[in-house]
């Protein structure tokens, strides 16, 4: 059974930085393309970085691209998201995801874990 | 980026009701398009991927259909558990990018 359990959410003040980690098990990790994707309160989802299966490529959004690290370690099955200069706006739920090929250089999120919750607040 | 709109924003059905789901991208996306659904305290799940493809596991009363730019999820047969809110998202490029949601309620 795949499983994703998200951690490191806190409550940080404006500016400040934060670790997210996500710990898998169930499937082969080292195969697996990785994404993060935020749910703020009462609004939609969003994308916010994913890393291919070897880490050697890294995608982000606009909004967090120079702020945010992707990054995995494959021995240790374990997806991190570093997060600097934090925003009140970045306030919300953040969701580990694990992505399944469905042609070359083309994958949906298959599975997602129930998230950590960020809150950037002073 | 690819933007993608949803429609409605909200809508309200009974039990056995057929309920249909639009979703339209700004630009060509082939079929790199993907449903999910998501239920408050429960990890969202993939309803159908490449537009058309059944996620196993899904009851096969959720279909989706489309291909460019224009896709619809429909819900055969609606039932008690399938309140929540649906979002379709493009796979073709990053940003990945999300329709804005459909909130789905049980009259």
């Known amino acids: 059974e795949v499983q994703l359990l998200e951690s490191g959410g806190n409550l940080v003040q404006p500016g400040e930085s934060l670790r997210l980690s996500c710990e898998a098990s169930?499937?082969?990790?080292?195969?697996?393309?990785m994404s993060w994707v935020r749910q703020a309160p009462g609004k939609g989802l969003e994308w916010v970085a994913g890393?291919?299966?070897?880490?050697?490529?890294?995608w982000y959004a606009d909004s967090v691209k120079g702020r945010f690290t992707i990054s995995r370690d494959n021995s240790q099955n374990t997806l991190y998201l570093q997060m600097n200069s934090l925003r009140a706006e970045e306030t919300a739920l953040y969701y580990c995801?694990?992505?399944?090929?469905?042609?070359?250089?083309?994958?949906?999120?298959?599975?997602w874990g129930q998230g950590t919750l960020v809150t950037v607040s002073s | 980026d690819i933007q993608m709109t949803q429609s409605p924003s909200s809508l309200s059905a009974s039990v056995g009701d057929r309920v249909t789901i639009s979703c339209r991208a700004s630009q060509a996306i082939i079929n790199h398009l993907n449903w999910y659904q998501l239920k408050p305290g429960k990890a969202p799940k993939v309803l159908i991927h490449g537009a058309s493809s059944l996620q196993s596991g899904v009851p096969s009363r959720f279909s989706g259909s489309g291909s460019g730019t224009d896709f619809t999820l429909t819900i055969h047969s609606l039932q008690p558990e399938d309140f929540g809110s649906y979002y379709c998202q493009q796979s073709y490029t990053v940003p990945k990018t999300f329709g804005q949601g459909t909130k789905v309620e049980i009259k």
């Open positions: 169930g499937f082969t990790f080292s195969n697996s393309p």
């Open positions: 995801v694990k992505g399944e090929k469905e042609s070359p250089g083309h994958y949906y999120f298959g599975y």
């Open positions: 890393i291919s299966d070897s880490a050697d490529r890294t």
